[in-house]
């Protein structure tokens, strides 16, 4: 089984973490893919570089065993963060756009209704992002942050984003890019340390966070996930969970039914969470104070009617 860290050339904080990992000992050029992507290999790491956006390249996993017969166990890319606030930032995120309806736009790749795999080292890698910035005294001038689930490009196999943020000026910084490397080199257990992030449904800490409602950054569900041994999904966000207020209803009805494709968007992530945790216990975690009062009953009711159980902040550490 092999790992996949997926870079493109046209983007400063994909292709430096991706150069920065490959400047380390031991990587050896790989087999190229017919659409003139290159790889390097070490141990069970295969580094891919491509020239074209990255959330364009769909299934490049399935791509990947198909030309080499290797099987891809997880998938890992590294990206440009964007934000309004133009903040320096160093983000992890699982990806999706669940709430679309087939037939609207894909401005970021994905497929509607979708929501990949998510990367069970999310957790434990935000953790250890975290601690290697503070120690290349990155922090606090970048924030360390988990992103909502948001675009693509489609996968098949556990998946998560590594970004630095927010402008062009953070986004060519070789020290960001260096943590970034440090991160998948000590994360993935090469030069002979301990991987980092491994899944086993038998350990005492088997209990799953799947974050729904709050915005991008999440910051209910961060101040959990920071905590050690915590397990990470899908970050579902307000804005992905599109619910239409019964009261501005135009039809004529006894019966309040809540549109829009918000439980669409639930069952996306929550199977797609349940899938990368075999054997894992996926507790529903709600940012309360985000909903308005009718989201919040609906949503808890939803979420009954389907058995998925809501946790608390202390079940999960």
């Known amino acids: 089984m092999v790992k ?4 493109t050339t046209i983007d400063p904080a994909s292709i430096n973490p991706s150069t920065a990992l490959l400047s380390k000992p031991g990587w050896q050029p790989g087999p190229s893919l017919k659409e003139g992507i290159v790889s390097f290999i070490n141990e069970q790491v295969r580094v891919l570089q491509h020239d074209k956006s990255i959330v364009v390249e769909d299934n490049l996993d399935l791509r990947w065993e198909e030309a080499t017969g290797e099987s891809v166990d997880e998938i890992i890319f590294l990206s440009k963060h964007v934000a309004a606030s133009n903040k320096p930032a160093l983000t992890i995120h699982p990806i999706g756009v669940p709430h679309l309806r087939e037939g ?12 990949a795999l998510p990367n069970p080292r999310m957790g434990s890698w935000l953790r250890l992002l975290k601690k290697i910035a503070t120690s290349h005294n990155l922090v606090p001038e970048f924030e360390i942050t988990l992103e909502a ?7 098949n196999k556990p998946t998560m984003f590594i970004e630095i943020g927010s402008t062009t000026e953070y986004w060519k910084r070789q020290d960001a890019a260096q943590v970034i490397a440090q991160l998948i080199w000590e994360g993935l257990g090469l ?9 086993s449904c038998e350990s005492n800490k088997n209990k799953v966070l799947l974050g ?3 915005g991008h950054y999440a910051p209910r569900h961060m101040d959990i996930v920071m905590k050690d041994n915590v397990w990470v999904g899908h970050l579902l966000s307000g804005y992905s969970m599109p619910m239409e207020d019964p009261s501005q209803s135009k039809t004529d009805s006894s019966e309040s039914v809540i549109g829009g494709t918000w439980k669409q968007a639930i069952m996306a992530v929550y199977e797609a969470t349940h899938s990368a945790y075999p054997g894992g216990e996926v507790l529903a975690h709600l940012d309360y104070k985000s909903f308005k009062g009718w989201q919040r009953n609906a949503v808890i009711e939803f979420l009954g009617h389907q058995n998925i159980k809501i946790g608390r902040s202390t079940d999960f550490y």
Request: hydrophobic share 35%; glycine share 28%.
């Open 149 to 155: 689930t948001h675009h693509g490009p489609i996968t």
């Open 191 to 199: 030069g002979g340390g301990t991987a980092v992030g491994n899944w």
């Open 104 to 115: 609207d736009a894909l401005p970021s790749g994905g497929k509607a209704g979708w929501a």
């Open 212 to 214: 729904i409602g709050g």
């Open 4 to 7: 996949l860290i997926v870079s």
